[in-house]
């Protein structure tokens, strides 16, 4: 049985589909009513400029992660045994200053892409940056199969974005369920859930866990152990 | 050594061709590290005009002019009036004006500037500051942008 992440070695990144415009009810939520307010927003997603357009209406700071095209890296340290070198690698993608913390994270629909043990590392990466209330929008498909890849997204305004799906040969899906991944990413309640057209849910996630709270938490987390293996049984080629 | 109506086995060409291989590797240009200039105390160094280059470039100090790198990498942070990124640049941008990340610009660092443009294509990790050098701050989503350099370029008005 090939692994999660077998497929092809190519070293180009799959190309991009036609844009496709997807209506957003949870957006709208996260941002501030007034336009004079500041927003301190961190987006997993590759850098578009329709979001840095969108964003510097209110101000504050916008900070590109681009999570996906960093995991390759931090995959590689988690084959190992060592929790602290997983957990490090991970915390290497986010290398943000102490003192920094976010009003939105937009995850768009990474968690798709990562395994039970990359939700929890990522979770694990962003609490120390994120604050009471913090608001995580992030899509998760109930399709069978999706992209290889992240889809980008673009904000087009607060109830509409338009995303680009990734070319090449589609992968099942592990059509993750909300216990599953409030499970895995401890300190987040679902403020709103939103059934879309196109087969996504759209979660608007709030951070609420005092970091007391978390630390115990994952401390639990860590003593027992996730589940690797996927509930899948064909592998995505990437 | 294989003349005459000897010839290699499977087993024996495999291990000639690593053994070319191993040889090519080690006799392949390496890429250099990036020019450096720097001065005993690194920072005091201060240089007017342009300046150009084919290779990495990394700089501390002060540079007051045109920087064009062509086929490189500027490992710097560069305060400017006008920044136009077209290759790959490591390093905080400070634009009095305006910064523009053109499509085939690659970016790691933070951006901080009145007026900040990201052409879609490129790649950008960090943060833009979007309250900088006080209110009116603008973005645009792409502009057409003319002229494209292989590198980057940093422009300084005084």
Redesign the interface.
């Known amino acids: 049985m090939r692994s999660f992440f077998s497929g092809s070695n190519r070293a180009t990144s799959p190309k991009s589909h036609a844009k496709t415009i997807q209506k957003s009810l949870g957006l709208r939520s996260l941002l501030p009513e007034s336009e004079d307010a500041t927003l301190t927003v961190l987006d997993l997603g590759p850098a578009r400029s329709a979001n840095l357009e969108f964003f510097s209406r209110y101000g504050g700071q916008l900070t590109v992660a681009d999570f996906y095209s960093g995991l390759r890296s931090a995959r590689a340290a988690t084959t190992s045994e060592d929790d602290d070198r997983k957990a490090k690698a991970f915390a290497e993608l986010l290398p943000f200053d102490k003192s920094t913390r976010f009003d939105l994270i937009l995850a768009w629909d990474l968690l798709d892409y990562l395994t039970p043990q990359e939700q929890h590392l990522l979770m694990a990466s962003l609490e120390p940056f994120c604050m009471a209330g913090t608001g995580i929008l992030a899509f998760v498909s109930t399709q069978k199969k999706m992209p290889p890849a992240p889809s980008t997204y673009s904000i087009r305004d607060a109830d509409t974005l338009v995303y680009e799906k990734r070319e090449g040969r589609a992968r099942p899906c592990p059509r993750y369920l909300e216990g599953d991944l409030l499970k895995r990413m401890q300190g987040l309640t679902v403020e709103n859930r939103y059934q879309l057209r196109n087969g996504m849910l759209e979660y608007v996630f709030s951070y609420r866990m005092s970091s007391r709270a978390v630390a115990k938490a994952s401390s639990e987390a860590l003593r027992y152990r996730l589940d690797p293996a996927p509930r899948w049984s064909s592998t995505p080629s990437r | 050594m294989w003349g005459g109506e000897m010839r290699p086995t499977t087993l024996q060409y495999v291990v000639l061709r690593i053994r070319k291989w191993r040889k090519w590797r080690h006799r392949r240009p390496q890429r250099r590290p990036p020019v450096s200039l720097i001065s005993g105390g690194g920072r005091s160094v201060s240089i007017k005009g342009d300046l150009y280059g084919e290779e990495d470039l990394c700089i501390e100090g002060r540079i007051e002019g045109k920087i064009t790198v062509k086929k490189g990498r500027v490992q710097a942070d560069i305060k400017a009036t006008n920044i136009q990124v077209a290759g790959e640049v490591e390093g905080d941008l400070t634009g009095r004006e305006q910064v523009v990340l053109l499509d085939t610009g690659r970016m790691h660092g933070n951006i901080k500037a009145k007026s900040?443009?990201?052409?879609?294509g490129?790649?950008?990790?960090?943060?833009?500051?979007?309250?900088s050098a006080g209110g009116g701050?603008?973005?645009?989503?792409?502009g057409a942008v003319s002229g494209k350099a292989n590198g980057a370029s940093a422009t300084q008005r005084l």
């Open positions: 900040v443009t990201l052409q879609n490129a790649q950008f990790k960090g943060s833009i500051d979007m309250e701050q603008k973005s645009q989503a792409s």
